[in-house]
Structure formats: structure tokens, C-alpha cells
């Protein structure tokens, strides 16, 4: 059974620094991509980050050289390291996957969801 549970998050001024984690269950997260998307009430869905099979990472324009996605496959886990957060980083962040080699905005498996909030 294919789970993913993420924990971080929280409440952070602007500027801070924030990292999520999501621990993958019922697959190795090695053999597959694995990303991070955003999506607050009423707001599109943006895929936010992403690592594929083959170690590329792809991030959004918005977060590019502020976020940081990297695994630890010891553990099953892929984590996003969010730097110099900023208000419009507010929403709910979601680790994904479609269980394929490469990213993709299709995703199968979502987390729970984890609400950041950047505000002073």
C-alpha cells in the first residue's frame, strides 16, 4: 500500500526558513520521481519541485535558488528545504508521485498536506 506522510511546516516570518519532510511507504522512493507541489483553497495547483529517477530536479521559476529538494533513501524520505520564505510561499504543500521514472504534473499518490504560512 503505497503511502506517503509528511511532517514540518508551520508558521515562519518572512525571509525564515522552513523544511518538510514526507516519509514514503509500500515502494523503495529510489526507483522513482517523486515532487512537491503547492494549492491553497480556490488557488491552481503548482508543482513546486521535483526529482526524478535520474537525480534531475526541476523547481517552479518563483522558488528557484530559495528551495531545495533532496532525498535519503536510507530512509525512504524526500524532504523540500524552503529558504528565505517569502508571504506568497503561504499555502498547502503536498509531496506526490505517479510512480514513473520522470516528473510529471499527473500525479496518483498525494501526502496529506502540510499548511505553511510565511507571514510577520
Known amino acids: 500500500q503505497v503511502q506517503l506522510v509528511q511532517s514540518g511546516g508551520g508558521l515562519v516570518q518572512p525571509g525564515g526558513s522552513l523544511r518538510l519532510s514526507c516519509a514514503a511507504s509500500?515502494?523503495?522512493?529510489?526507483?522513482?520521481?517523486i515532487g512537491w507541489f503547492r494549492q491553497a483553497p480556490g488557488k491552481e495547483r503548482e508543482r513546486v519541485s521535483c526529482?526524478?529517477?535520474?537525480?534531475?530536479?526541476t523547481y517552479a521559476g518563483s522558488v528557484k535558488g530559495r528551495f531545495t529538494i533532496s532525498r535519503d533513501n536510507r530512509k525512504n524520505t524526500v524532504y523540500l528545504q524552503m529558504n528565505s520564505l517569502k508571504p506568497e510561499d503561504t499555502d498547502i504543500y503536498y509531496c506526490?508521485?505517479?510512480?514513473?521514472?520522470?516528473?510529471?504534473?499527473?500525479?496518483?499518490?498525494w501526502g496529506q498536506g502540510t499548511q505553511v504560512t510565511v507571514s510577520s
Open positions: 526529482s526524478s529517477v535520474y537525480r534531475t530536479s
Open positions: 506526490a508521485t505517479s510512480l514513473r521514472d520522470q516528473c510529471s504534473d499527473y500525479v496518483t499518490y
Open positions: 509500500g515502494f523503495t522512493l529510489d526507483d522513482y520521481a
